[in-house]
């Protein structure tokens, strides 16, 4: 079978961890191994730096997508994740850096152009900043659209609602009467399982139903020979049977009055020759 590239088949990360901690060197925050995947902590500063490096030493060619993610308990409560795929090497790792509010991210479209789309997305549903994308625009939401829909705080229902009024003949937006304030969340994967009481599973450990009750002798039940003689007698006090003595009473009385038949004339053996067909003439 002929070989059209010389990526590996299967994808080998043993050694991959200490070599790219020793290329991103200062920019490096921390590095760990999950799922058999790599993720990479920059600095935030050096984040454009540090890209560079894996696209340019490490043959990490391409940027498959950027994504946000919100901690509201933290005090830079964003994280942007860049993942990055190489196709030499057939090869995935991620690499996030922190950040708030009000710090913007160096922009990476000066390394990728499809970035600049990718940033917009983030900051359209997180609301990070992009320092140095000059096309920082929403993209998902919806003109004149207020906060960013992905952060943990954003009400379920939004903050307005859009409809069609048929008295103004025109969409209009009106404010959110029951808005949701805040969103509590754990951010603990359910896979690997909660240190609380999820809703309903209280129930396991409750105790199990008491043994039903059950009689080890007749004399609990009310059962025997006298019982059973006893109520013989009461179901057959008022039977007809027992008024007459146990004896068969006799055949009731006919109710037709209707005269009685006359007796058929013949026998029945004559009438064989009516159920016989007809024989035909012979010509």
Not at 103 to 109: A, E, G, L
Not at 160 to 178: A, F, M, N, Q
Not at 237 to 247: F, L, M, R, T, V
Request: charged share 30%; aromatic share 8%.
């Amino acid at each position: 079978m002929a070989v059209l590239h010389s990526a590996p088949r299967f994808t080998q990360i043993d050694g991959l961890k200490a070599t790219l901690t020793q290329a991103l060197g200062d920019h490096l925050v921390e590095a760990d191994e999950e799922y058999g995947e790599l993720l990479f902590t920059v600095k935030r500063d050096s984040i454009e730096d540090a890209l560079r490096i894996l696209r340019d030493d490490h043959a990490y060619q391409q940027l498959m997508e950027i994504a946000g993610v919100d901690y509201p308990s933290r005090a830079e409560r964003f994280e942007v994740v860049y993942m990055l795929l190489s196709l030499t090497s057939n090869n995935r790792i991620m690499v996030k850096c922190s950040a708030s509010e009000d710090t913007p991210v160096p922009t990476v479209t000066t390394l990728w152009p499809n970035a600049g789309w990718l940033e917009r997305e983030v900051f359209d549903m997180y609301g990070v900043l992009f320092s140095g994308n000059t096309d920082l625009r929403r993209i998902l939401t919806d003109y004149g659209f207020e906060g960013h829909p992905f952060r943990k705080d954003f009400p379920l229902t939004g903050y307005h609602e859009l409809r069609y009024s048929e008295d103004e003949k025109r969409v209009v937006y009106e404010p959110v009467e029951l808005a949701q304030d805040l969103r509590q969340f754990d951010f603990m994967s359910p896979w690997e399982g909660a240190d609380y009481v999820l809703p309903g599973d209280e129930k396991a450990d409750t105790p199990p139903v008491d043994d039903p009750k059950t009689t080890e002798s007749p004399k609990q039940t009310g059962a025997g020979a006298k019982a059973d003689a006893k109520a013989a007698e009461k179901v057959s006090a008022d039977a007809p049977a027992e008024k007459d003595g146990g004896k068969n009473p006799p055949a009731p009385e006919p109710t037709e009055d209707e005269p009685a038949r006359s007796e058929r004339k013949g026998k029945t053996t004559d009438t064989a020759e009516a159920t016989e067909p007809k024989k035909k003439d012979k010509k």
